[in-house]
């Protein structure tokens, strides 16, 4: 019989905990209960999991534990597996999955009729104010779709589960106005995609991990450095493809500022 030990909010330390307890060759189980990561234990091992949970508390980033993780991914066949029944995803990240699913749907209907698509996506007539918001869906080649449909589910996702379907509403709302209006007025009308979205949600996620303390979204320097260097390679039109680059910048400012303004609404 399992007996109930924690809750996590936070996925990720859930995952890598219960993994270091398999590795001690405890009986453990994750159920994910709303946003929540409940952390089930077998009667006989509630007491050493209690004490390795206080270990992992007052460390979380040692070592030891991302060595475990990795053991259990070699050992087991399929390892943290994500529950993908329909309901549940729509569930916990509606917004994420409808997104996706009408920028795939518009691309679908580029390929059959781009003329139609473009005309009444595009940022042509300011006074029809869904244009604002609509040339996020447009995607002018199957690389552009699949690198923005990436980056917006891995962190669309995060940010709904994290914080609510209504906040990332916000963020992208916001930020598609932003960046398409930068874009706008200092390159014209031609262009479309979600990319200046997604670089709000990189620019939220980054600082927002920064100003809390805390590795909820797990966005790396590294990556963070990469999508600048993106940015600044595309303003020196060294890329061999066309960027709307202050769409980019746009999202991105938009993006830093969401997380700076709402820091104080995040505890450690």
């Known amino acids: 019989m399992l007996t109930k030990v924690a809750e996590f909010r ?4 859930a995952l890598l905990f ?3 307890c398999r590795s001690q060759g405890l009986q453990v189980k ?3 209960q709303g946003e ?7 009667a006989d091992d509630v007491p050493q999991v209690e004490v390795l949970l206080t270990e992992f508390i007052r460390q979380p980033d040692h070592p030891r534990y991302q060595a475990a993780a990795w053991q259990q991914s070699q050992s087991v066949k399929l390892a943290h597996k994500v529950n993908l029944r329909p309901q549940l995803a729509w569930r916990q990240m509606p917004l ?9 749907a518009v691309y679908a209907w580029q390929q059959i009729d781009f003329r139609a698509a473009a005309a009444s996506l595009m940022l042509l007539d300011q006074a029809e104010l869904w ?4 040339p996020i869906l447009l995607h002018f080649s199957l690389t552009h779709l699949v690198f ?7 962190l669309g996702s995060k940010i709904e589960r994290y914080q609510s379907s209504g906040f990332l509403l916000q963020l992208a709302l916001s930020s598609a106005v932003i960046s398409n209006g930068l874009q706008l007025a200092l390159a014209g009308p031609n262009f479309g995609g979600l990319s200046g979205v997604v670089y709000a949600l990189v620019g939220y996620c980054y600082l927002s991990d920064q100003l809390s303390g805390r590795q909820r979204y797990l966005l790396s320097h590294g990556l963070f450095g990469f999508m600048l260097v ?12 066309n960027m709307a680059n202050w769409a980019h910048l746009g999202g991105l400012g938009c993006g830093l500022l969401w997380a700076f303004l709402s820091r104080d609404r995040r505890r450690p």
């Open 10 to 13: 936070a996925q990720p330390a």
């Open 18 to 20: 219960a993994d270091y």
């Open 30 to 32: 994750l159920e994910l």
């Open 36 to 42: 929540v990561s409940v952390l089930m234990a077998a």
């Open 96 to 104: 994420t999955l409808l997104v996706l699913l009408l920028t795939l």
């Open 131 to 134: 244009r604002w918001i609509t």
């Open 148 to 154: 923005n449909l990436a980056w917006w589910w891995l």
């Open 230 to 241: 993106w940015l600044v390679l595309g303003f020196m039109d060294l890329l061999w493809v």
